[in-house]
């Protein structure tokens, strides 16, 4: 189905003149930039997640929540396979003010009304920017931003998609198409009118590790964290999975050789 | 069970137990002497890969309920903390989802190897139409099954299914409604629905397991069917279900293994909608509905009959038809080896399921890509089809056909010495 | 021509048993991840340390942390109650062991060595008989006393009467600072 619409978009595009009425809004295939989580051996690029984790604080988490993810799953102490180390992933943490309970009056806000909050501990979960629907719309033009924690298994392309969405932004719409008011124009985007604002331009961060900050470079570094965030236990399975495999491959090896001479005087 | 029992107590303890509970000799005849046709082919193995897979789906949803939470607000993200948090969550998890497409992939070879060597003739009525209820009882839980994830292809399958009871009110005025707000336990899909979902889904699999041993229970009284369609003679046309099929099932079942390997482990997500990681949302249908790929055929079936009950009647009747199948097909030769004819309509067969799947997938009013040929009429034919073969094909074919000369035993067939030229079947 | 054909197959020999023991392992490699699954996840261990204020706590007031599940006992003591803790013999205790996570097991009971700053007893606050919730401030002790069956403990924690067997625990604590201490 999925394939069967990018075909025709693909034939309307090569086939059809500027001419023609109506525009196919269809999105176009997803880039394929590469990954180093790719393939049987993938495994994430333990920089790229350091500098991903800082664009997504830096710049999608003005917007975007991140509700299953902990702090701790960050943190390549304790026997985790995360990419910060435990003292650091105790410093982000504490950098983050979490929702706080009531506190010892009753009180859940302070002399200002503002609610309560508490510094951040490793086993919280990345706190969302809104506290609710309705603000995140009323903050974004009626939009709803999506949650990230696995938006790289919850959309067909997954980081390719992820990857062509945020750097879309720089094509021009063709003649005749209408980009609606309060819209952007992105192609990989279903119907071509995407709510979000081009999120990255050159620059933006100031990565620690001097590493040039690009558009192309820091959506690549997001888009990994991203793909991180959504499975973070992508490594273990590719590990484990080898192994499963080889023992298999022999003891399959070893089946059939013991069939065979099972069966060695019936044929 | 077929023949004497071979079981010889050995010890003092096993003669003491064997006459307080004989379940050694039970399992020695079953599982050790079970005199088994000698030419079982690689389609005769999925009756072990079955057990395994069920076994293995009954495990780990077992050790997923530990963690799971059955509740509308809970249950997307407790998966969620299954997949990061426990212990081998992950791997557990991707066992189970993906164990349930390598069930079904088991499942249809199994089903077509027996409408193939036409295990479902007599004496084998009741033990085909066990297997169809354990199919049928298989849909239903992996039904039950997606909806837990809480996903909006969870929440959008159970709303549709649960519809198509609603289809009952152009009979009885009201009464389809009533038995849909009756399942849902509310107005709509939602958390009573969910937990009676959870409850039902965790039930089923050991309904299942009790037919399984109804299913080899009848099996074990006529003795397998075999590649040449024709009844086991004598000893010579056997052997010993151990060590002979232990050893060729396990080969069998661990290539099948190795194939399910490969999907936990490096593609666990190339059978599931991404629409099913984002959260359920009763305020918004994804644009495409599809279910799981093992139940496209029939949802291909219902989508192409434009009127709501007869479209649902369609539907389950092409489950039903199944049951029927012993009493329609009219040939006295079981194996389509020496069936010229209804080979080829059997293959006939198998293309229009895969199309019908492949059409499933798409909306009703979707064209094949790259051309303009609409899907519609062949997800029509490819429904006539399926009923002919069951219907008219079958009940016609076995009186028109002339089967090919069946060898005297099996014994003559394997070793390929004096097939002797017999028309009919030995019964 | 098909003859009985027993031995040969049924003869042991080395292929078969190999198959049997790849069966083997792969059998106990996949009851691993079975076993493994109820272990405490990692969102339960990420919680396995608590840190904790002492600022506000006053002299003679004790405040209950969660940890790990449990109640753990913060107190902070009087002088008093400091002197009549160290008062007491460790010869006279029913339990003359420290019972204190921070130290070798073979460490005395004696007051220094139930609390290593005197006026911060850190105690996990499950009594040592059956898993209950000892009351504070009361029994003959001065220290808590057990609604379950009426063991008492001192002001140090230990057992001085009733069924419980030992004193109650220490957890391990470190100070982070003079008014932060992290348990666990």
């Known amino acids: 189905m999925r394939f069967a619409r990018l075909a025709l978009a693909l034939g309307m595009m090569l086939g059809a003149g500027a001419a023609h009425a109506k525009i196919d809004t269809d999105p176009l295939p997803p880039k394929k930039p590469g990954w180093s989580f790719d393939g049987p051996f993938g495994m994430y690029d333990r920089a790229a997640l350091q500098r991903g984790f800082q664009v997504y604080k830096e710049v999608c988490s003005a917007c975007h929540s991140l509700n ?200 | 069970m077929a023949g004497h029992s071979t079981y010889v107590p050995k010890t003092g303890f096993t003669r003491w137990l064997d006459a307080r509970l004989p379940i050694l000799r039970f399992a020695n005849d079953t599982m050790t002497t079970f005199p088994t046709p000698r030419n079982l082919n690689f389609w005769y193995s999925f009756g072990g890969i079955l057990t395994f897979m069920l076994g293995i789906q009954i495990v780990t949803g077992i050790v997923l309920a530990m963690h799971y939470v059955p509740s509308a607000d809970k249950a997307f993200d407790s998966v969620e903390s299954i997949m990061r948090d426990v212990n081998y969550g992950w791997l557990l998890r991707y066992m189970h989802s993906n164990g349930a497409s390598f069930f079904f992939l088991a499942v249809y070879l199994h089903i077509f190897r027996g409408l193939y060597y036409g295990s479902y003739k007599a004496p084998r009525e ?83 397991a009790g037919l399984v041993v109804l299913h080899i229970w009848a099996l074990h ?58 959260p359920a949302n009763p305020l918004v249908t994804p644009p495409e509905i599809v279910p799981e790929w093992y139940l496209l055929p029939f949802y291909a079936m219902l989508r192409s009959i434009p009127q709501k009950l007869i479209g649902v009647i369609v539907l389950f009747g092409a489950l039903i038809t199944l049951v029927f199948v012993p009493w329609l097909d009219t040939s006295r030769v079981r194996s389509m080896r020496f069936r010229p004819l209804a080979k080829q309509f059997f293959w006939a067969l198998v293309v229009d399921c895969v199309l019908l799947g492949y059409l499933g997938a798409h909306r009703p009013d979707a064209v094949f890509p790259g051309t303009s040929i609409p899907m519609l009429p062949f997800a029509r034919l490819g429904t006539a089809y399926y009923y002919a073969y069951f219907w008219l094909v079958l009940p016609l074919l076995g009186l028109i056909e002339t089967p090919k000369p069946l060898p005297a035993t099996i014994a003559t067939s394997v070793t390929g010495t004096g097939v002797e030229q017999v028309n009919a079947p030995a019964e | 021509m098909a003859t009985t054909t027993a031995a040969e197959p049924t003869r042991r020999d080395f292929i078969h048993i190999a198959t049997a023991a790849a069966g083997g392992v ?58 009549e803790a160290r008062a ?33 007893l850190i105690l996990i606050g499950i009594c040592t008989h059956l898993g209950c919730i000892p009351l504070n401030n009361q029994g003959d002790f001065g220290g808590y006393l057990c609604p379950c069956h009426g063991s008492q403990y001192d002001t140090a924690g230990r057992i001085r009467r009733g069924p419980a067997p030992e004193n109650l625990a220490v957890p391990p604590y470190a100070f982070l600072s003079p008014t932060r201490i992290k348990i666990g």
Do not use: C
């Open chain 1, 68 to 267: 299953r993810v902990s702090f701790a799953a960050m943190s390549s102490g304790d026997g985790g396979h995360g990419f910060f180390t435990g003292p650091e992933v105790k410093a982000i943490a504490a950098g983050y003010k979490i929702p706080a309970g009531p506190n010892d009056k009753g009180e859940t806000t302070d002399a200002n009304g503002t609610p309560l909050t508490r510094p951040g501990i490793v086993a919280d979960h990345f706190p969302p920017p809104f506290p609710n629907e309705q603000a995140a719309r009323t903050a974004n033009n009626g939009a709803l931003p999506p949650d990230l924690s696995v938006i790289t298994k919850a959309r067909a392309g997954g980081a390719d998609y992820v990857y062509s969405i945020l750097t879309g932004f720089h094509e021009k719409p063709p003649a005749g198409f209408t980009v609606l008011p309060g819209k952007y124009f992105n192609p990989y985007f279903n119907g071509w009118n995407i709510s979000m604002p081009p999120p990255l331009s050159p620059n933006q961060v100031t990565y620690a590790d001097k590493t040039n900050a690009t558009v192309d470079q820091m959506a690549h570094d997001v888009v990994t964290f991203l793909s991180w965030a959504a499975e973070p236990t992508l490594e273990d399975r590719h590990r484990i999975g080898f192994g499963v495999m080889l023992f298999l491959l022999a003891f399959a090896g070893l089946a059939y050789l013991s069939y065979r001479r099972i069966w060695a005087d019936i044929h």
């Open chain 2, 126 to 208: 009741i033990l085909w139409i066990i297997g169809v209820l354990i199919y049928v009882l298989m849909i239903a839980t992996a039904f039950l099954g997606y909806t837990l994830p809480w996903g909006q292809m969870s929440f959008w399958a159970a709303t549709v299914i649960t519809n198509l009871f609603s289809s009952i009110d152009q009979i009885l005025p009201h009464a389809g409604t009533a038995i849909t707000e009756w399942l849902w336990g509310g107005f709509a899909v939602g958390d009573p629905t969910l937990n009676r979902f959870f409850s039902l889904h965790y039930l089923l699999p050991f309904v299942i």
């Open chain 2, 221 to 278: 009284v006529p003795g397998n069917n075999n590649p040449l369609g024709i009844d086991v003679k004598g000893p010579q046309d056997t052997v010993p279900f151990h060590p002979y099929y232990t050893a060729k099932d396990l080969f069998y079942l661990l290539l099948f293994v190795i194939l399910y390997a490969v999907v936990v482990f490096y593609l666990p997500n190339a059978l599931v909608e991404p629409d099913n990681y984002v």
């Open chain 3, 26 to 83: 792969g059998a106990l490699a996949l009851a691993w991840p079975l076993i493994d699954q109820m272990n405490p996840s990692a969102s339960v261990l990420a919680l396995s340390s608590v840190e904790f204020d002492l600022a506000p706590v006053q002299e003679g007031q004790q405040v209950t942390v969660m940890w790990r599940g449990k109640p753990v006992f913060v107190r902070h003591r009087t002088p008093k109650e400091i002197a």
């Open chain 3, 88 to 120: 007491v013999p460790v010869a006279s205790l029913p339990d003359p062991l420290a019972r204190n996570l921070n130290l070798p097991e073979s460490a005395q009971a004696t007051d220094q060595d139930r609390a290593t700053k005197p006026e911060w």
